[in-house]
């Protein structure tokens, strides 16, 4: 790693692609154990408040209580992390890649309205509104 990067962990917009489908589920599995809109959870941790899950739920999910899901719903976003991904908003599904271009460090930014496949990358201040449509060539 460079010194001037930020990230130990740098994706290729192929490695990121190959694993979105398992970052959709995970977030589509937090959404289903604390609720789209849980009131007062930040994003790593619970208040302890109860929320019933959504209908893609499995029945072990019911059995939780609120504490466990939100429990459960954490670690599952610290997985994504230990990933490497960064964790922007998981009710919108979005994430970011750490990912090297033009010798620069960047995003490469998904959330879940992007579809099935990584298209826009940022600067790492520039945030979701510096949004970029990634190059063909780098597919």
């Known amino acids: 790693m460079s010194e001037s990067f930020h990230f ?20 589509q599995k937090v959404q289903d154990l ?3 809109k849980p009131q007062r959870i ?7 408040n109860g ?22 719903a954490n670690e599952l976003l610290q997985h994504l992390q230990d990933l490497g991904i960064v964790v922007q ?5 979005l994430v970011d890649f750490p990912h090297i ?17 990584i298209l826009f990358y ?3 201040d520039a945030g979701y509104a510096g949004r970029k449509p990634i190059a063909d060539e780098e597919d």
């Open 42 to 48: 930040p994003p790593f941790s619970g208040n302890g």
């Open 8 to 27: 130990a962990k740098h994706f290729t917009v192929e490695e990121a692609n190959e694993l979105l489908p398992t970052v959709r589920r995970i977030l």
């Open 51 to 72: 929320v019933k899950p959504n209908h893609g739920s499995t029945p072990e999910d019911w059995a939780l209580s609120g504490e466990e899901r939100i429990a459960l």
């Open 89 to 93: 908003d998981w009710r919108r599904g």
């Open 122 to 124: 940022h600067e790492l």
């Open 101 to 117: 271009r033009d010798g620069r460090e960047v995003f490469l930014c998904y959330e879940f309205a992007d579809g099935p496949r």
């Open 34 to 36: 604390v609720g789209p």
